[in-house]
């Protein structure tokens, strides 16, 4: 059974920075595709990265490109989302997916495993 806990959320004031983490635990294999979606107030949950954990290739929604960066740490099974130049839109909670085919994919029912989430909240 694959387990993802996230962290890092918080309060920020707009053009501050927040690192996210993503912990997995399970079956390795499962995990191997890893990304990020948000929900926000009012809004449908939506694609934010994601990474090929064994190859490295990333994928970004055109909102966050420039601001945003995914990334990996294989040994701790830990991905992180950097967040940038954050605005108040970017308020969301942002959850954390995995699945276990390379290709990534940017649908929520693509993703086999979700962690709880963890909020953001950038005030203006």
């Known amino acids: 059974q694959v387990q993802l806990v996230e962290s890092g959320g918080g309060s920020v004031q707009a053009g501050g920075s927040l690192r996210l983490s993503c912990a997995a635990s399970g079956v390795t294999y499962e995990t191997r595709c890893m990304a990020w979606?948000?929900?926000?107030?009012?809004?449908?949950r939506e694609w934010v990265a994601h990474i090929d954990t064994v190859g490295g290739t990333t994928g970004y929604a055109?909102?966050?490109?420039?601001r945003f960066t995914i990334s990996r740490d294989n040994a701790k099974r830990t991905v992180y989302l950097q967040m940038n130049s954050l605005k108040p839109e970017d308020t969301a909670m942002y959850y954390c997916a995995a699945r276990p085919w390379v290709a990534c994919g940017t649908k929520a029912y693509e993703y086999n495993y979700w962690g709880q989430g963890t909020q953001v909240t950038v005030s203006s």
């Open positions: 055109d909102s966050q490109k420039g």
């Open positions: 979606f948000r929900l926000g107030p009012g809004k449908e």
